[in-house]
């Protein structure tokens, strides 16, 4: 039972952007580390799953990097003012170092001991300063890391426009049309301009980015116009010297050098990796068709693997021979969500825009995308100019067989491409196949879209509204005949009201009734006959939003409007019950209880309300739940109901709140989980206990499993009682004390295995007393019989020359023996 006294807190439940900063590789290019917000994830290389998350900082985090003197460990830093160590394999912080400055990027390298170097801000905004900090040796967990030593000045916060170089004996730094060297030891700076202005070849000198050759003293720039530059002799003011390589027609995102310096790999928005090899231009590679633009480009240390982060939230990991091994896919971050945030009754998945032209449906369980479903399935042209065809609306019936989407361009006034589709889902090919598509359903842009979840309705029916001041009814038709089996849509009904824009439908919970809201009114129409049955108008702006109540207050029909109304009617007395006047944004029912979520925004941020159409006083208010904007919400039913006690959170037993703010962070309610309260190893065990049931399971595992439990049976007697191993101080400092303050191993062999050993009166104490109980039976019970028995055995296997080997029987092999002797067999003799 979780105790009503639990405060709820608003936490980042996935979504966030992988392709923030560069990714980052293990030394053995087994994992891959990448920011995820407040977390950095720990994702195989080889299955794409995360195995780790890393929480600990409490904003942003902007830069990781691993431990150049230990391989098993990543440093990490963060918005917060603090770098933080890890031991990645077991997900344990090991250390915090407090600098208390905002801090953008983080760079290590080996010569550089005891210290990391980190991008920090000036008292300008704008401004901003690369530094080294110096991390005191300290044997406490948080430590005040204050020693910071000035290094470069006027540089740009990316960490795309910074590189060591080798052995770390200079930085470079780009910024606008410069291009400035720091050398560590003679502790000068030389600087280089490139012109400003536009040449005749009308190319763009701007630097975008910068990495340093690993064994050469060669830099190489990436420009706006596409090109990449390779400086050298670049000592010497005068005499030093670039050489051009260009491909890209647009600017130049990011690069890299492999681990040996003999490529050089470059990315943009063509969505092309191209590897330029030994820096020639007719010697270069490619690896097309990457469905992004390339924003970081990574390598790891041992050289076997590259790693592409795309403008889709999307991680690509590359062999060396270029070709792709891995992709990992978070949310995608589309330019606006327009479909808003739905759920995809059969997988429970959280459905809205994806990739341009595509809807995606993403696992709220595993934080990963499931699939990408291809609505409008036309190759899209990365062209700032083009006006695209986008998808402006969907919507699921409440089984998810069907599937209604609209999509639509308009390149001017009078010219408006509008196309509606209806997806069938089939259960062979476990996909959506496109069943109806419906060129220009209305004559004006789509406002809204909805199905009649009623679940005792025969054929599924189709609401749209549009600004063209109708409403039509669409319900699915069999045309099959003797020759083929067709099923399809058609429109059943067309409803308007005083040529007034529709703006927003919804169905009562039962689908008797049909609410259309006509800009400043609402209508309510039977769903049977499509009659008028009656209008509600409330002069305080056109209408945002509407819906049901649901349950017990199926009786309520609730709106809002642009001027901050929230109006209740009751559609029994059609009279309106009770008004609120406050700034809704956001306003979701929950399809499990008679609760509806609304957010308002303010000044400070977004405020979030739930309350009962029934009651006008709000059940829970959470102030401040973000700063940001919050533009959809949405009710995600829980597989296990939660079981709250307070009347306050019983909002949160049968369902989750999602919510997605302006950034596009995803963002829900949660109180302090269990996952929290464990120690490591324990979050170890429960994540080796909760592994999924797969197919393979069934027809190996739970076999396997049967026969484990079989032997175990068998040998349960034979077992040899062991010292309890909580009881010996040796093992109990192996096992409980954190691996980086264990002393050395070959410390402690010698007292590891010394506790393993077992002493002379270490013997099985319950075995003694079996044993004689077992002598004692078989004194008391064998005859005489049964001796001679046994000596004509003993003889037998004595003169038995043919056998080299004596079988000896097993303690359970002599139990059944005995058993069978004390058998009568005298009714043989009478046979």
């Known amino acids: 039972m979780v105790e009503g006294e639990e405060s709820v807190r608003v936490v980042h439940c996935g979504g966030s952007a992988l392709n923030f900063r560069r990714a980052a590789f293990s030394a053995d290019s087994r994992y891959l580390f990448c920011v995820s917000g407040d977390f950095i ?123 060591f170089g080798s052995e770390g004996e200079y930085v470079a730094a780009v910024r606008d049309f410069y291009l400035s060297v720091y050398f560590f030891k003679k502790k000068t700076t030389s600087k280089f301009t490139l012109p400003s202005t536009k040449t005749k070849k009308r190319s763009k000198n701007t630097f975008t980015c910068v990495a340093c050759h690993p064994k050469e003293d060669c830099i190489a720039s990436g420009h706006m116009d596409g090109k990449i530059r390779l400086w050298r002799n670049f000592d010497d003011e005068r005499k030093y010297t670039y050489t051009c390589l260009h491909w890209h027609h647009d600017m130049v995102m990011d690069l890299a050098f492999s681990v040996t310096g003999t490529s050089l790999l470059s990315g943009g928005r063509e969505c092309v990796l191209v590897e330029w090899r030994d820096a020639t231009e007719k010697n270069k590679e ?126 001017r006034e009078s010219e408006l491409e509008l196309q509606m589709k209806l997806w069938n889902y089939n259960k062979k090919t476990q996909g959506f196949v496109l069943n109806t598509k419906i060129a220009m359903p209305h004559d004006d842009h789509i406002t809204a879209l909805c199905f009649c979840n009623a679940e005792k309705a025969e054929n599924p029916t189709l609401v749209t509204a549009s600004k063209d001041g109708r409403f039509k009814v669409w319900i699915l038709t069999d045309d099959s005949d003797i020759y083929r089996k067709a099923v399809g849509w058609t429109c059943d009904f067309v409803g308007s009201y005083h040529k007034f824009q529709a703006t927003n439908c919804c169905f009562s919970e039962d689908g008797s009734l049909l609410a259309v809201s006509f800009e400043e009114t609402v209508t309510v129409w039977d769903s049977e006959t499509w009659e008028l049955r009656c209008t509600f108008c409330q002069r305080a702006g056109k209408i945002k939003h509407l819906c049901f109540g649901k349950l ?85 039913p829980r597989d296990v109901p939660e079981s709250f006690t307070s009347e306050a959170h019983q909002w949160l037993n049968r369902s989750q709140f999602y919510f997605l703010t302006k950034s596009q962070s995803l963002l829900t309610f949660s109180t302090k989980s269990p996952e929290e309260k464990l120690t490591p190893t324990s979050k170890q065990l429960l994540a080796e206990e909760s592994l999924p049931i797969t197919p393979f399971y069934f027809i190996l595992g739970k076999h396997r499993q049967q026969q484990k439990e079989h032997l175990n049976e068998t040998l349960k007697e034979e077992r040899v009682q062991l010292p309890l191993t909580e009881n010996i101080p040796a093992i109990n400092e192996l096992l409980h004390t954190p691996a980086h303050v264990l002393p050395s191993a070959s410390f402690l062999c010698s007292l590891f295995v010394d506790s393993l050993l077992l002493s002379h009166g270490t013997h099985s104490t319950e075995g003694i007393p079996d044993d004689v109980d077992m002598e004692e039976e078989i004194n008391s019970d064998d005859s005489d019989e049964e001796k001679d028995l046994a000596e004509e055995t003993q003889h037998a296997a004595i003169t038995d020359l043919g056998e080299d080997i004596i079988h000896q029987l097993s303690k359970s092999e002599e139990r059944e023996l005995r058993k069978l002797r004390k058998v009568d067999y005298s009714w043989i003799a009478d046979l």
């Open 41 to 163: 994830k720990v994702y195989s290389t080889a299955t794409e799953e995360c195995v780790h998350i890393l929480q600990g900082h409490r904003n942003l985090v902007t830069g990781i990097h691993l431990n150049p003197n230990n391989h098993l460990q990543l440093y990490s830093c963060s918005f917060d003012g603090t770098i933080k160590l890890w031991d990645y394999l077991d997900g344990i912080l090991i250390k915090t170092f407090i600098v208390g400055h905002k801090l953008h990027t983080l760079f290590t390298f080996a010569h550089a001991e005891d210290s990391v170097y980190v991008i920090t801000n000036k008292e300008e905004p704008d401004v901003f300063q690369l530094v080294s900090v110096k991390l005191p040796k300290s044997s406490s967990q948080e430590v005040q890391a204050k020693e910071v030593s000035f290094v470069l000045d006027y540089i740009n916060q990316s960490p795309k426009c910074i590189a």
């Open 552 to 636: 017990t207050c199926s009786k309520y029909l609730l709106g809002t409007t642009e001027q901050g109304i929230l109006c209740c009617w009751n559609l029994l007395s059609c009279s309106l019950e009770w008004s609120a006047k406050f700034m809704v944004s956001v306003l979701e029912p929950d399809p499990t209880s008679e609760h509806i979520a609304a957010v308002s925004q303010s000044p400070v941020g977004a405020d979030l309300f739930v309350f009962k159409p029934s009651e006008p006083r709000p059940l829970y208010i959470q102030k401040s739940i973000c700063r940001e904007e919050v533009q959809w919400g949405v009710f995600v």
């Open 286 to 411: 490619f690896l097309p068709r990457l469905g992004s633009t390339i924003e970081h480009i990574s390598v790891s240390p041992a050289g076997d693997l590259f790693c592409t982060s795309h403008s889709d939230n999307k991680i690509m990991v590359i062999h060396r021979n270029l070709e792709t091994s891995a992709v990992i896919q978070g949310l995608v971050k589309d330019r606006s969500i327009s479909t808003g945030l739905m759920v995809d009754p059969r997988t429970k998945a959280l459905v809205l825009n994806g990739k341009p032209g595509h809807l995606q449906f993403y696992s709220l369980q595993s934080d990963k995308q499931l699939y990408n479903l291809d609505i409008i399935q036309q190759e899209y042209i990365n062209d700032t100019g083009l006006i695209q065809i986008e998808l402006a609306k969907a919507a699921f019936n409440c089984s998810g067989k069907w599937l209604a989407t609209v999509e639509q361009r308009k390149e």
